[in-house]
């Protein structure tokens, strides 16, 4: 989903895509106010306005990389035991317009492995799985230093889960069962990225 350069306002996944760099970092750029941005006190998205790009670019000496967006996809990792979630997860964000690359694992203790050395865009995790449950693998991926900021989607089928996990600017909550265009939604909100547009 390359960026539009005409626009006046870019979300902080859009600017990560126009800079080539990951959108956790872009967050980590406006969380600190290395690049100037207004965020909303209700939904806490951030919000850049071209000026405010341009003044970022000359003071770094830095270019937009437009095309960068469009030769690395969006990494995102999917764990849920139940087979089915964990392809339809992956087919649908592959086959989408976000046109993400999608590494799905049914098994908790392969997923560790590969999130301790990796550093996905987004992690999407069901809570209630055999061996390692998803509370502990959150709690792994805050203490490793490499996934500490990634956002996180928990899904599940128990909604009375989400209650003690607080919900922030990197960790949302979708229930089970959902369709595409929920998920499509969930995965946009948290990545701060333009939500997908409805069907025709």
């Excluded at 560790?112 to 992690?123: K, M």
């Excluded at 999407?124 to 502990?136: A, C, E, F, S, Y």
């Excluded at 979708?174 to 499509?184: G, I, R, S, V, W």
Aim: charged share 25%; aromatic share 6%.
């Amino acid at each position: 989903m390359p960026a539009d350069l005409n626009k006046d306002h870019y979300t902080s996944g859009e600017i990560g895509r126009m800079l080539g760099i990951p959108a956790r970092t872009a967050r980590r750029y406006l969380h600190s106010g290395r690049i100037p941005a207004t965020q909303n006190a209700i939904t806490s998205r951030w919000k850049v306005t071209r000026e405010m790009l341009d003044e970022f670019l000359r003071k770094h000496g830095l270019e937009e990389k437009p095309g960068d967006g469009e030769s690395r996809p969006l990494q995102i990792v999917v764990v849920d035991d139940e087979e089915w979630v964990a392809s339809f997860v992956k087919e649908a964000l592959e086959t989408s317009v976000l046109g993400a690359a999608v590494t799905a694992f049914t098994n908790s203790h392969e997923a560790c492995l590969h999130l301790g050395s990796g550093t996905p865009d987004l992690v999407i995790l069901d809570l209630r799985m055999p061996g390692i449950d998803g509370p502990q693998l959150l709690s792994m991926l805050r203490q490793n230093p490499k996934t500490r900021q990634a956002p996180v989607l928990i899904i599940s089928g128990y909604p009375d889960d989400f209650r003690g996990l607080e919900q922030n600017a990197t960790l949302a909550f979708l229930a089970k069962p959902f369709d595409l265009t929920q998920l499509l939604t969930a995965v946009c909100n948290i990545l701060d990225l333009p939500p997908p547009e409805a069907p025709s």
